[in-house]
């Protein structure tokens, strides 16, 4: 459902198509599982349909349209790149937008076993986004900022886990996870111009193929600022002790965006945990599949590797 109320639906997607590209109605239809502010369906073998679902605002999907076609050709890993506008209409007043297809398997659902080759394509990838945007780039409402001025939201997910952290990682894990993030409260800020940023980097916004990365989707949050958040996808992200490796190749990181980037991996970590629990309680939203993630990556972040 949708925040109109309205069902999408296979038969749906194929009404929009026949309206607004009939070129395209004849192509295979086939829901993707997962997506929360938007819903993916498979449109034959080589695009996607994006349908904007819970997200108040199209912001994303115009974001996505705006800047993925600038961005793509630069970038080392396929991303999806938007081919076609669905405007809203009588049968379905969203925004909704055909792009490219990214194969491979969504890393909460898959694994990394080529741990160094992981770490040194994601720093590739980064390093070719993490390059000065221009002056009309978006800029972050609800993220981006010094992990300072993130403290509330930190809080929130902090408190409402706190008391199930020490059954997940190791004893003392709730006093060192503040440590955490107070050390990146304390550590200073960017001084750079402001560059590209996914800005949501997890294990659902990522693809694997063959035991490494393959593909980075949704960018609906990218904006210009501080290149840390991006940064702490190196614990998020990439299997335990490979996180020196990554820092060594991306090359361009100073101990006061390590820091950052640590602090905002483990505050991540706890909004993957919160997920996960909300889903095995049967919560709107929740993911029980990101529990497990979230809980990895904090440990992998409490051990600094």
Not at 127 to 144: I, M, Q, S
Request: proline content about 9%.
């Amino acid at each position: 459902m949708t925040g109109t109320g309205i069902e999408i639906t296979a038969d749906l997607v194929r009404d929009l198509l026949r309206e607004q590209h009939p070129d395209l109605a004849g192509l295979a239809v086939r829901e993707v599982a997962g997506g929360w502010g938007n819903q993916m369906w498979r449109l034959g073998d080589e695009l996607a349909v994006r349908m904007q679902r819970m997200d108040r605002t199209p912001e994303p999907q115009l974001k996505e349209r705006r800047w993925l076609p600038v961005l793509a050709p630069r970038l080392p890993l396929p991303v999806p790149v938007p081919v076609r506008s669905g405007e809203p209409s009588e049968r379905f007043p969203k925004h909704w937008t055909v792009m490219t297809w990214v194969p491979g398997e969504p890393l909460d659902l898959g694994s990394i076993s080529r741990g160094y080759h992981a770490a040194d394509t994601l720093a590739d990838f980064l390093r070719a986004l993490h390059v000065e945007a221009p002056a009309d780039a978006p800029v972050a409402t609800d993220r981006g900022a010094h992990p300072r001025d993130c403290t509330d939201g930190f809080e929130n997910f902090f408190q409402a886990l706190a008391a199930d952290i020490p059954a997940d990682v190791p004893a003392d894990a709730a006093a060192d996870v503040r440590a955490v993030w107070d050390d990146a409260v304390a550590a200073g800020g960017w001084e750079g111009p402001p560059v590209w940023v996914h800005g949501d980097l997890h294990p659902a916004n990522v693809v694997v193929s063959d035991g490494t990365l393959s593909g980075v989707v949704d960018f609906g949050d990218l904006f210009a600022g501080d290149p840390a958040w991006d940064l702490a996808a190196a614990w998020v992200l990439l299997p335990a002790g490979t996180a020196a490796r990554f820092f060594e190749r991306y090359a361009r990181a100073d101990e006061a965006a390590i820091r950052r980037a640590r602090g905002l991996a483990a505050m991540k970590s706890l909004f993957l945990m919160l997920m996960g629990r909300n889903g095995d309680q049967g919560l709107p939203g929740g993911k029980p599949h990101w529990g497990p993630a979230g809980r990895a990556a904090l440990d992998r972040v409490l051990r600094g590797v």
